[in-house]
């Protein structure tokens, strides 16, 4: 399985991906999975909350790099982008509230997931982890300008530079989680902020959303054209390509 849309409570709908034997990591098919569960929730015009998370003990390791280093050109650079650019745009206008119930680590893309949602829920043992700089990659869904106006130029650049990795309670200090969690409960805890939030007349909790995000995305547009633009030819480049084959003959070796 991959990803699925289910509804544990009334108005909230549950997007889980289940690829836990490489922590979730998605491959082409996992992404197209991802974005026609954020099509199916867009069209549902009384959907409440939505909550994303991850199985088992990881939220999303990013891209599955075993899968993808068979793409090496600038042309799926693109593709990958654009496919995962534009389920997270979509996933950020969604009329409804996004939670993100990290219930552990997020690498990668995993982190550009999460800070395409409104707010997050981390499980204390979970965390961030700005890790793409380390393939000869930045981000390439959105996650520079997301991080940007989250914590500011010189947070956004030190972590997108040194493939910082932030504990539960670093990214609660600086803003990036809402909620720390016991060991296991992230899930539990997302879904009862969902309710609480869904208690509240569906109009006004998405005029709120309307309200807030129209103040952050004021010519963000541009700047994630930009972003996206940057990503295709370092993904083809021989730095993110060599990057690659060291991860994949350490995996062999283990």
């Keep these: 399985m991959t990803d699925t849309l289910t509804f544990p409570e009334q108005g909230i709908a549950l997007l889980q991906v289940k690829r836990p034997e490489v922590r979730n990591a998605l491959d082409w098919q996992a992404m197209h ?44 650079g693109a593709r990958l982008s654009s496919l995962m650019s534009q389920a997270l745009s979509q996933l950020e206008a969604l009329a409804c509230p996004t939670i993100a119930a990290m219930n552990g680590p997020a690498r990668g893309g995993g982190t ?37 106006r989250l914590v500011g130029y010189g947070r956004a650049f030190e972590w997108l530079a040194t493939g910082k990795i ?28 969902a309710d ?39 993904w083809a480049a021989n730095e993110h390509l060599q990057a690659v084959e060291r991860f994949l003959n350490r995996k062999n070796q283990e």
């Design 33 to 76: 999975a991802f974005a026609a569960c954020v099509e199916q929730a867009q069209a549902m015009t009384t959907l409440q909350a939505l909550v994303v998370t991850g199985s088992e003990k990881a939220f999303i390791a990013g891209g599955d790099v075993k899968v993808l280093a068979a793409y090496p050109r600038i042309e799926d």
């Design 112 to 148: 550009e997931i999460a800070l395409a949602c409104d707010l997050r829920v981390m499980d204390r043992q979970a965390d961030f982890g700005f890790v793409q700089v380390k393939m000869g990659l930045t981000p390439g869904w959105g996650a520079g300008q997301r991080l940007l």
């Design 166 to 193: 932030l504990s539960a309670q670093e990214a609660y200090d600086c803003g990036l989680a809402n909620r720390i969690t016991p060991p296991g409960e992230a899930l539990e805890t997302a879904l009862e902020l």
């Design 196 to 234: 609480t939030i869904a208690s509240y007349p569906i109009d006004t909790i998405r005029a709120i959303k309307r309200l807030l995000r129209g103040g952050l995305s004021l010519q963000a547009s541009m700047a994630a054209s930009i972003e996206q633009a940057e990503f295709p030819p370092l």
